[in-house]
């Protein structure tokens, strides 16, 4: 018999540990475990045994509420050769394995998840088409079928490669629909609005309209949405509207009640929210703001999400330009090149890119990361897959 993890235990067994007032140290003590194995199941990597799990409910107070979070599966899921039923079963497999690939988009571009995600996303659409599961099933798989086209759109986007990404967003927002998950509606939403802001349009309409749906959804989906329409307005140099919007992604973010959350925003916390904070007032031009709130947030980002701060470090040297900090801008531009370079995505070099293009020419230190840009640019990126997703989903199952 094998051990499954439903996707939301990790954050809810340290919340429970954090409220019972215990260190690592100290649960791994009432536990008969190490603290570096209490770390890996509170970050997803293990799976605890029927008895840890024992102790660990009794050791936080939880009354079996962890224990319930794990799933047991019968040999017969770990046989390939056996066809696999419709069954609540395959649903907690398919949102676990979504939530494992997940992660890998902390430390690889767009380029490198986009063949796992989508070949993910193929083996979740082939199970609806097949159907023959109970209601609750079919649409749980159009729920995971929805999340797998919008990390697969993701990658696309990321990648650059903008029309693979708005045919999947649409494929998840009609699977989500069908799924009847307003929160993923939401975020295929949202999604087709970061896209449109990055090819010159605007995203508001797009992401106000996702605030809307998800007022009354769970804490970190509302902080995802309220973050995403900051930037949306940020973007259309809307000052006010961003720091409202900012303000409830803040609220929302720190409320208790995260442990309900759906994984697909685990990654959204209050540094994700700061971090934002920073990239929207640079995208302002108020370094000001801007500057101590990067600054802050990065100094402790893990440099294997090599990407990501390398982007957000892009929107710091821009501040630092504003402030007129020339030679600290470059600085900040440089850190940022030296972590993306071999990284599979375009983001960070279209944001280096810009940057570059606003220095004076004649500045030393703008000579000396132009032609370290050069250098990193001319080294090409994958081409977009030759393999097209489907556009259109499968005919709704559920009406």
């Not at 029927?50 to 107070?61: H, K, M, P």
């Amino acid at each position: 018999m094998r051990l499954v993890l439903d996707p939301a235990f990790p954050a809810r067994l340290r919340e429970l540990r954090q409220q019972a007032g215990l260190s690592l140290r100290a649960l791994a003590a009432a536990t008969m475990s190490s603290k570096s194995h209490i770390q890996e199941f509170e970050t997803g990597i293990k799976v605890p045994s029927r008895e840890t799990l024992a102790l660990l409910d009794q050791a936080v107070r939880a009354d079996g509420t962890l224990e319930a979070m794990v799933i047991s599966l019968e040999p017969r899921w770990e046989e390939p050769a056996l066809p696999i039923q419709p069954s609540r079963d395959v649903v907690a497999v398919a949102r676990l394995r979504t939530a494992r690939l997940r992660r890998l988009d902390n430390h690889l571009g767009g380029a490198d998840t986009y063949s796992l995600y989508a070949a993910e996303l193929d083996t979740t659409t082939a199970a609806v088409r097949a159907g023959g599961g109970s209601e609750t099933t079919d649409r749980g798989l159009l729920s995971v079928m929805a999340e797998q086209a919008q990390m697969a759109g993701f990658s696309a986007f990321d990648a650059g490669w903008f029309h693979d990404a708005e045919r999947l967003y649409r494929l998840s927002l009609s699977a989500a629909r069908d799924a009847g998950d307003m929160s993923l509606v939401a975020n295929a939403l949202t999604l087709l609005g970061y896209q449109a802001i990055a090819r010159g349009g605007s995203g508001v309409n797009l992401s106000t309209t996702s605030c809307d749906l998800t007022a009354s959804a769970t804490p970190g989906v509302r902080a995802l949405m309220h973050e995403r329409c900051a930037w949306a307005c940020a973007s259309a140099g809307r000052a006010e509207d961003t720091d409202r919007h900012l303000g409830l992604a803040a609220e929302a973010v720190h409320d208790p009640a995260r442990a309900g959350d759906p994984d697909w925003v685990w990654w959204v916390d209050p540094t994700e929210v700061q971090i934002m904070t920073g990239r929207c007032w640079s995208l302002l031009h108020r370094p000001m703001r801007a500057i101590p709130t990067l600054e802050q947030a990065l100094a402790g980002y893990s440099d294997t999400h090599a990407r990501d701060k390398a982007l957000y470090l892009t929107f710091l040297a821009r501040a630092y330009l504003d402030a007129n900090e020339i030679e600290q801008a470059c600085a900040v531009a440089r850190r940022a090149v030296e972590l993306a370079y071999g990284v599979t995505s375009t983001r960070p070099r279209q944001s280096v890119a810009a940057f570059v293009a606003e220095l004076d020419p004649n500045q030393p230190a703008a000579s000396e990361l132009r032609d370290l840009v050069r250098e990193w640019v001319s080294q090409p990126l994958p081409a977009a897959p030759s393999r097209s997703i489907e556009p259109t989903p499968p005919p709704a199952l559920l009406r």
